[in-house]
């Protein structure tokens, strides 16, 4: 595996790469460019600045998360095609520039959702939140401006104002989309996007809903074991792989983690792998948690063995972190708890791979 750790820019991170290069093991950032709308072309330029400024700092630019997708492809919009084409020319310009892998969604209006984004925790940090009673009663209008308003001053990954704005619009629009309906739309975007991926060396890595269920009567598809199968078999091809959160997958007790990583793993289909821990405290309602398997629901061990036996040679980040020691950061990705993260992950795959080689003595 190769450890990654998700960065924001130099204008829009309060961690710099100097930080991010001293955690043992990171060899790369996950990055975007922010500054460009969604459904535009990522120039040349602006991402070759990018992977100078990263590489300059000792670290590598692979992975990019996100690309996002217009509203109008995952609509099935006549618009779309202009969008496709452009999405398109972006991969080829990443490819370009050196990049193996893009994680994007395919989750209408919203990108992940919480109800809580600093919620305390009795050691006196806080971490993010979901309560689905909080959720599922609320205007999704409200909760956009609660969102923006409460997460120190940072933009939110998926939450750029641009898209929220016409929020009202696109909700009504989605009246007509069922998940049978998404499902057609995300096939005719693989049909036309994975043979562009393949050409400039690509990889494509859906990440999964967050949290994984139907959120005010929008459609979500990527749920599942039997979805997540679905949709590798849309186009059939090393290509169209995914993004394995178990953080987000995990937030339903129903997905086995190490199963799925075994199951897309020996696919060869998971390209990027999220590792993180969530606590369920009652039905749909959990918080994140520490790495930790002990202060969490998910078992890091058992997640950690199944990428060690499907012999992962993908990349691999901490996801969201608790705020701890007073950092002040962009909710869920402050630099402590996430570097705290790193060296778990990293102490169990040395345990794993090493007890391995004891027992073949
Ligand atoms: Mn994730």
Same mark, same amino acid.
């Given at each position: 595996m190769k450890i990654t750790f998700r960065w924001f820019g130099e204008k829009d991170d309060s961690i710099k790469l100097g930080q991010i290069k001293?955690? !043992?093991? %990171? /060899?790369g950032v996950v990055g975007a460019l922010y500054d460009v709308p969604v459904g535009e072309v990522w120039p040349m330029d602006k991402i070759l600045a990018l992977k100078d400024t990263v590489e300059k700092a000792g670290l590598e630019l692979e992975v990019i998360e996100s690309v996002n997708i217009h509203e109008d492809i995952k609509l099935g919009l006549p618009t779309r095609d202009k969008y496709i084409e452009n999405y398109k020319q972006c991969i080829r310009n990443l490819g370009k520039a050196g990049v193996k892998v893009i994680c994007y969604n395919f989750m209408p209006v919203f990108d992940w959702l919480r109800s809580e984004l600093a919620y305390n925790l009795p050691d006196g940090s806080n971490a993010l939140f979901y309560d689905h009673n909080a959720v599922k009663d609320i205007d999704p209008v409200k909760l956009v401006e609660d969102m923006a308003t409460n997460s120190n001053g940072f933009i939110l990954p998926g939450w750029e104002p641009d898209r929220l704005a016409i929020l009202k619009d696109t909700l009504e629009r989605y009246? =007509? %989309?069922d998940e049978e309906k998404l499902f057609d739309n995300l096939k005719y975007f693989l049909e036309q996007i994975i043979p562009v991926c393949e050409e400039a060396d690509v990889k494509m890595a859906i990440h999964p809903d967050d949290p994984p269920w139907s959120l005010f009567g929008l459609p979500r598809i990527v749920t599942c074991k039997g979805n997540i199968d679905r949709l590798v078999k #849309? %186009?059939? =091809? !090393?290509?169209?792989? #995914? /993004? #394995?959160?178990s953080g987000s997958l995990g937030a339903n007790p129903e997905n086995n983690i190490p199963d799925l990583v075994r199951h897309f793993g020996a696919m060869g289909r998971i390209h990027f792998g999220h590792v993180r821990n969530v606590k369920f405290i009652g039905e749909r309602v959990f918080h994140e948690a520490s790495h930790l398997s002990a202060d969490g629901s998910l078992d890091l061990f058992e997640i950690m063995k199944a990428y060690h036996d499907i012999d992962f040679k993908g990349y691999i980040r901490p996801d969201h972190g608790r705020m701890i020691w007073g950092e002040k950061a962009r909710p869920g990705y402050g630099l402590y708890d996430r570097a705290l993260g790193i060296t778990y992950l990293n102490g169990l795959w040395e345990a794993i791979g090493k007890m391995k080689k004891l027992q073949c003595k």
């Open positions: 001293q955690i !043992p093991a %990171v /060899t009246k =007509s %989309v #849309l %186009v059939d =091809s !090393p290509y169209n792989g #995914l /993004t #394995l959160c």
